[in-house]
């Protein structure tokens, strides 16, 4: 009975977790859509201000975890090689951008 209640809570506490990350992912995307039209990096510019940052990252590991974690793409753009997948060969893309603009 005990252990029974244990694995409840948490469940409860993935349940909360997930919903956290999910929420966290909307309002990042959801900032990310509201910003002016900005100069065009590249794909791996995910937030379209013009820097390949954190902030990009962020984005990409979002989508990353999402996919790993749950199978759906919650951000496209982040499929950089349009394969139906965000994966490691998205993410070498992405290290790789950040590379050849901040030499
Ligand atoms: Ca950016
Ligand atoms: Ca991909």
């Known amino acids: 009975m005990r252990h029974t209640r244990r694995s409840s ?7 909360l977790l997930v919903l956290l990350v999910i929420a966290t992912s909307v309002l990042v995307l959801a900032t990310a859509v509201a910003q002016p039209p ?11 201000n013009g820097t390949l940052d954190g902030r990009d990252f962020a984005l990409f590991d979002a989508a990353f975890i999402a996919y790993r ?11 950089f090689n349009n394969d139906g997948r965000i994966d490691y060969y ?10 050849a603009t901040h030499k």
């Open 69 to 79: 974690d749950t199978g759906v793409i919650i951000n496209a753009n982040a499929d």
């Open 38 to 48: 900005p100069p065009f990096l590249g794909p791996e510019d995910l937030d379209g």
């Open 9 to 15: 809570g948490k469940r409860i506490s993935l349940a």
């Open 90 to 99: 998205d993410a070498m893309l992405m290290v790789e951008a950040y590379i």
